[in-house]
């Protein structure tokens, strides 16, 4: 609005989540469809960080599909290509052997991120796989709830919680773990997606919003229905049982992702997007 009231030749807005969503009350989601409507009346274009947000926006009646630019987000690519450097160390210092399969979680310790389905498939995965470990980083409100459920499920030997970590450690963490889980309920597509593919691991994801863009179902990970604790089990046990089958993974999405996710190309795409608006304006 209030570049709209300054006359801004160029107004452009990118989503990378929709404030309106099936967990949250019908009233709730039809107040943010409405402002979401407003605001994407006062924009000359609109960026989804996904294909997957631009059919949510569509269809929500949000705005036209032309209004729409999907542009994945950029990122500096090269520490998670050097992941492996300082794997040795950290899993050390983490207290995990050669002989451990870590699965890690990256993301808030908040409601609709899905830590407590990673928790409730983890009692399968330690009987069939029992040198599995689960390794959440991140910190926030749950955390305590989520400690006291993996206590009544008596696997607490089987987890760590590294708490808030900077930025730069999410490199080196990925680096320490051997397959990524990503159990979010809603996320326009979670970085940590692309980041695990290309520091090398392949990645196990309820199949939700832009998830399926990056996780390719057998391709460079597992994709599983949302809320499947049976589902998420059994793709992890599939992949803690063959290192093969884990890198093959891997390697086809550090293939396919590496340049598409590099920060150049993104700012390359919101140049030539900017460029061809202003004319106009």
């Not at 730069?168 to 159990?183: K, N, R, Y």
Request: charged share 20%; glycine share 6%; with cysteine.
């Amino acid at each position: 609005m209030a570049a709209w009231s300054l006359r801004v030749p160029a107004i452009v807005h990118t989503v990378h989540g929709a404030p309106f969503h099936p967990y949250q009350s019908a009233a709730a989601r039809a107040a943010f469809r409405s402002c979401e409507r407003y605001a994407a009346g006062k924009c000359h274009a609109m960026i989804s960080v996904a294909d997957a947000m631009t059919d949510l926006m569509v269809t929500a009646g949000v705005a036209p599909r032309e209004k729409f630019t999907t542009i994945y987000s950029g990122m500096d690519v090269e520490p998670f290509l050097q992941a492996d450097q300082h794997r040795a160390v950290v899993r050390r210092r983490l207290g995990y052997t050669d002989e451990h399969i870590v699965i890690g979680k990256v993301a808030r310790l908040f409601s609709l991120k899905g830590q407590e389905y990673v928790i409730e498939a983890a009692t399968a995965v330690i009987r069939e796989v029992p040198n599995t470990r689960f390794l959440f980083v991140g910190d926030g409100t749950l955390r305590q709830s989520l400690q006291q459920q993996i206590e009544r499920t008596g696997l607490a030997s089987h987890f760590q919680f590294t708490g808030l970590v900077s930025p730069q450690q999410i490199p080196e963490l990925l680096g320490a773990m051997d397959i990524v889980v990503h159990a979010s309920l809603r996320e326009g597509l979670a970085r940590v997606l692309p980041q695990a593919l290309i520091a090398g691991r392949p990645v196990v994801s309820f199949d939700i919003d832009g998830a399926r863009e990056v996780v390719i179902d057998d391709c460079t990970g597992v994709l599983v229905p949302p809320q499947s604790i049976e589902g998420l089990a059994n793709a992890v046990i599939k992949l803690a049982r063959s290192e093969s089958l884990r890198q093959q993974l891997a390697a086809e999405g550090r293939r396919r992702f590496v340049d598409v996710f590099r920060h150049q190309h993104a700012s390359r795409q919101i140049r030539t997007l900017y460029e061809r608006l202003l004319p106009a304006r």
